[in-house]
């Protein structure tokens, strides 16, 4: 079992940044953000992997950046260049075992969520 516990959320304004966190009380294999939009599917943002191996969505691709601490098993998010469009309840999701790639169907451990809001 995982469990997974986001923070780091808020309320800035377009331009601007934010880094959310995910920490983890197991060891995943392969850790993921999402996020979803009211009245949209929920989305893959980016993944990395033990090796820190990176996967990212060409929406946010050159502004976020993903990256982890697996002595402290806790993921993060640096979030720059923020638009309205990023504008989400952005989870955490992980697996023990195997890449899930962007897919969510592929992740068994999801965390609660943390809100993101861009004003312009």
């Known amino acids: 079992q995982v469990q997974l516990v986001e923070s780091g959320g808020g309320s800035v304004q377009s331009g601007g940044s934010l880094r959310l966190s995910c920490a983890a009380s197991?060891?995943?294999?392969?850790m993921a953000w999402f996020r979803q939009a009211p009245g949209k599917e929920r989305e893959g943002v980016a993944t990395?992997?033990?090796?820190?191996?990176?996967t990212y969505a060409r929406s946010i691709q050159g502004r976020f950046t993903i990256s982890r601490d697996n002595a402290k098993n806790t993921m993060y998010l640096q979030m720059n260049s923020l638009e309205p469009e990023d504008t989400a309840m952005y989870y955490c999701?992980?697996?023990?075992?195997?890449?899930?790639?962007?897919?969510?169907?592929?992740?068994?451990?999801w965390g609660q969520g943390t809100q993101v809001t861009v004003s312009s």
């Open positions: 999701a992980a697996n023990l075992r195997g890449n899930g790639g962007l897919l969510s169907g592929n992740y068994n451990y």
């Open positions: 197991g060891y995943p294999y392969c």
């Open positions: 990395i992997d033990t090796y820190r191996r990176r």
